[in-house]
């Protein structure tokens, strides 16, 4: 077949349901309201640890429109559950009386309004035995260290010319996207479960769910068409979801319930805090000799939660030795979750923080000394990278950066009382892809529908999956229809890890072939057809029509050829599995920083930022500029403001709102540019050629900032964020 005209993919489009989410009419979760609701609210536990020696729920029964209160006293036991991810026991709510972190559910009260069940849900008197929670990183007991080397690390740190020391550590972090998290839940026939609920991974809740309450897969449905936000939170099941789904059970109404936004502290996983040791050598000319890593995560004390921490130290630069340790840290907490760059994010701040040391201490341009220690393959897994152009985003970033204007000097450039600095970082993120299926139908009247039960938690799914297949079709965007978040559609992988475009765009591009190409078999083969006889190598479609390619005027629409042949509809199913492969895959950046620090007060602006990325194909620059904006901004807020803060003594999270969580703000947002390398496809990743960049435009943003710090005071803060108080 011949290939399609790009007419969609590539151009700057406004998201198909950007209108339905600001006029309010996009239904999100917590917005579904079926016959007969009820709603719920959780009673979450006031100490840190021990274990529940009563509940009073005498005064919260009394109240008005009152229906019941669920705790492990007399709530049904689940069925038991083996396996899941991640790895450990996890919590299931109201099966026995112990409290595992401050906030865990304890109890679930439903009314018939959402102000009665609240009011009495605080009337709910809990007793406990209560232990000192273990809540703090540092001098915590960690589990056996996953370890990884290659080399000899420790004989060649020895016998370096340069040796640097640093310990490094990250606060915890909050995902705080804007919609709380929601379910409504509703049991018909006994055992058939519909929920509407917010999620990256429909099907994931479908088994989830199904192997919680014992039922099979096909007797749940999930919805989540509208996702208002998350970043990582939503991939997974929790116990309030789990609850809400038991109390629709127990009283035979569908319930609703919507989490606060103190209990999203609480109850629904983080980006993990982390203590970060490296120790690098390298010769006089910067080249890197050996690295040691060794780090300390926490996780929960019933769940083990693992990142790709270790992953820049592993292939971001050659590096001959290299010796790391991973361990997790068990403590009194929910479990973590992945976050934006998981992983990358974190890493990339130590790596990139400690080459800007090294650069720093022999003289060197950061940008030189990492063009130095370039590899030619990755040095992790062997293999050669499909593509790498990291030289590119150093080079355009800094000449669109003004790099030249850097002073090296630390603390040497003003600006009245306030301190300039500048910096910059590199960023990594691996290229995800899974296997994926859709189902394409186009209608008689032109018009078609595009099925997949994938997610959109802010990218724009909808919008960049309709252009794949308006072109593949070719039919306008306004003719194209694609649908999500339903269980009852094709299977596809978590929306999360930047893999939706490579898997559920490869599956529509696909499915779209297939459907255009039995229009065409259709035309050519009907001799009543204008394209009869055509060989259908040499037929395309524009604006719905099929014409040949080199004679525009012999053609017919597919409204024509299917009314002719008594057609109302055509059908395909779209379907993509990664095959193996033998090349290293990543997405790449250059994050450049300006900043200016008050000398006095130690405050710190971020004046400008710029992102230059190797991501492969871009489907729709506008959503990716938004993506790269949204990563800059998240990556700000790490290296500058977001801290979650506990209290010792019994596990509270202190600032658990937005009022005391800081996160920037549009004040904050400073002159922000994003470039996308074009003629980056790369088609060894998947057929379409993307590489994912939802996660990798946070990565490298806050070593960069660091960096431009260190540059305007001469001060090194190696831990985030960096407080006016650590530069005073």
């Not at 990556?635 to 709102?657: F, K, Q, W, Y």
Request: hydrophobic letters at 40%; proline letters at 6%.
């Amino acid at each position: 077949m011949s290939p399609q005209p790009q007419a969609a993919v590539g151009t700057p489009t406004t998201r198909v349901d950007g209108r339905l989410r600001v006029t309010g009419k996009a239904k999100y979760a917590g917005d579904h309201s079926p016959d007969g609701v009820v709603h719920a609210v959780i009673v979450d536990s006031s100490v840190g640890r021990g274990r529940i020696t009563g509940f009073d729920t005498r005064a919260a029964l009394t109240q008005p429109g009152v229906l019941k209160v669920i705790s492990h006293l007399n709530a049904p036991k689940l069925p038991p559950v083996r396996g899941g991810f991640p790895p450990g026991e996890p919590l299931r709510p109201f099966q026995d009386d112990r409290v595992r972190f401050f906030g865990q559910p304890v109890a679930i009260v439903v009314a018939t309004t959402l102000e009665g069940a609240q009011h009495a849900a605080s009337l709910v008197e809990v007793s406990y035995d209560a232990e000192r929670p273990s809540t703090d990183l540092t001098g915590a007991d960690g589990e056996e260290a996953e370890t990884y080397a290659r080399g000899d690390a420790a004989h060649a740190l020895e016998s370096a010319d340069v040796r640097l020391e640093m310990t490094y550590r990250t606060a915890r972090n909050h995902h705080n996207p804007m919609e709380p998290h929601a379910i409504v839940a509703q049991w018909d026939d006994g055992d058939r479960l519909t929920v509407w609920e917010k999620s990256q991974w429909v099907q994931g809740a479908v088994f989830n769910l199904s192997g919680q309450f014992g039922i099979p897969p096909q007797n749940v449905r999930v919805i989540s068409e509208f996702v208002g936000g998350a970043f990582g939170n939503s991939a997974r099941t929790w116990p309030h979801s789990i609850a809400a789904v038991l109390a629709a059970r127990e009283l035979k109404r569908p319930v609703k319930l919507v989490l606060t936004r103190r209990q999203l502290f609480f109850s629904v996983g983080f980006r993990p805090a982390y203590e970060y040791q490296l120790r690098l050598g390298a010769d006089r000319r910067g080249r890197l000799i050996a690295t040691v890593h060794d780090v300390n995560a926490e996780t929960s004390s019933y769940e083990r939660h693992q990142e790709r921490t270790l992953g820049p130290g592993q292939m971001l630069y050659s590096t001959p030795n290299v010796q790391q340790a991973y361990r997790t840290v068990p403590l009194d907490v929910n479990t973590p979750t992945f976050m934006r760059g998981p992983g990358y994010a974190t890493g990339s701040f130590v790596v990139e923080s400690a080459m800007d040391e090294l650069a720093h201490e022999l003289g060197l341009d950061p940008i030189e000394l990492r063009l130095r220690n370039e590899p030619a393959a990755d040095e992790f897994t062997g293999q050669p990278f499909s593509t790498r152009r990291l030289r590119e985003c150093y080079r355009v970033g800094a000449r669109e950066f003004g790099w030249d204007r850097r002073n090296p000097e630390p603390r040497s450039t003003r600006d009245g009382d306030w301190l300039i600095g500048m910096g910059m970082a590199a960023g990594v993120y691996d290229t995800m892809h899974s296997a994926a299926q859709c189902s394409v139908r186009l209608d008689v009247d032109g018009s078609a529908l595009i099925t997949s039960v994938t997610s959109d938690m802010g990218p724009g799914t909808a919008t960049s999956m309709t252009q794949v297949a308006a072109d593949a079709l070719g039919l306008t965007m306004r003719r194209v229809t694609f649908q999500l978040g339903d269980s009852r559609f094709p299977p596809a992988p978590v929306h999360a890890g930047s893999q939706t475009m490579a898997s559920v765009g490869s599956t529509v591009q696909d499915g779209c072939d297939k459907l255009r190409e039995q229009a065409i078999r259709l035309a050519v083969e009907d001799e009543d057809s204008p394209l009869h006889g055509v060989g259908a190598a040499d037929v395309v479609v524009r604006n719905g029509r099929l014409h040949v390619k080199d004679n525009p005027a012999r053609g017919e629409t597919y409204r024509q050829l299917l009314t002719r042949n008594n057609r109302t509809h055509l059908e395909a199913g779209g379907s993509w599995t990664p095959p193996e492969s033998r090349s290293s895959m990543y997405a790449y950046n250059a994050t450049f920083a300006e900043v200016a620090v008050d000398a006095r007060l130690g405050l710190v602006r971020v004046r400008r930022m710029l992102g230059v990325y190797d991501a492969g194909r871009i489907i729709s620059p506008k959503l990716a500029g938004s993506q790269a904006l949204g990563g800059m901004i998240g990556g700000m807020g790490a290296a500058l403001l977001e801290h979650t803060v506990t209290d010792p003594r019994d596990g509270r999270i202190v600032n658990a709102s937005l009022a005391d969580y800081l996160v920037p703000v549009n004040a904050d947002s400073p002159d922000l540019k994003a470039i996308y390398l074009d003629r980056g496809e790369d088609r060894e990743a998947d057929p379409i050629g993307v590489k994912g960049l939802g996660e990798v435009v946070i990565v490298g943003v806050a070593p960069a900032i660091a960096n431009a710090v260190f540059n305007a005071t001469g001060r090194r803060v190696r831990a985030l964020p960096i407080t006016p108080e650590a530069l005073l």
